[in-house]
């Protein structure tokens, strides 16, 4: 069974960075044909794609986000990361690390809400 776990600072101020950490267990992140990605759904709104790094290493990003957004591993705790720069209260959300394979989502994180304010 395939868990992941989100972690990271629940505040962040307009302007910083936010840094989220998916930790993966049951399933190796560098397994072949997955994907993994960070998944939102600010207060009221539906759920948008950010972005995800992909068993190989290579990375895709939502165009509209695509110049704050990076995604990246770390293999060795079976780990991968989300950071959102320059975050202003619009990027206000509960954010989820998921698991795809074939253009589908099969398995999600609990959920992690970051609230942007000072």
């Known amino acids: 069974q395939v868990q992941l776990q989100e972690s990271g600072p629940g505040l962040v101020k307009p302007s910083q960075m936010l840094s989220l950490t998916c930790t993966v267990s049951?399933?190796?992140?560098?397994?072949?044909?997955?994907?993994w990605g960070w998944i939102r759904q600010p207060p009221g709104k539906g759920l948008e794609w950010m972005g995800a790094?992909?068993?190989?290493?290579?990375?895709y990003y939502s165009p509209s986000l695509k110049s704050r957004t990076s995604i990246s591993r770390d293999t060795s705790k079976n780990q991968f990361a989300l950071q959102l720069s320059s975050v202003t209260p619009e990027d206000t959300a509960v954010y989820y690390c998921?698991?795809?394979?074939?253009?589908?989502?099969?398995?999600w994180g609990q959920g992690t809400q970051v609230t942007v304010s000072s």
């Open positions: 998921v698991r795809g394979y074939g253009g589908y989502i099969d398995y």
């Open positions: 790094i992909v068993y190989d290493g290579r990375t």
């Open positions: 049951g399933g190796s992140i560098t397994a072949s044909d997955y994907g």
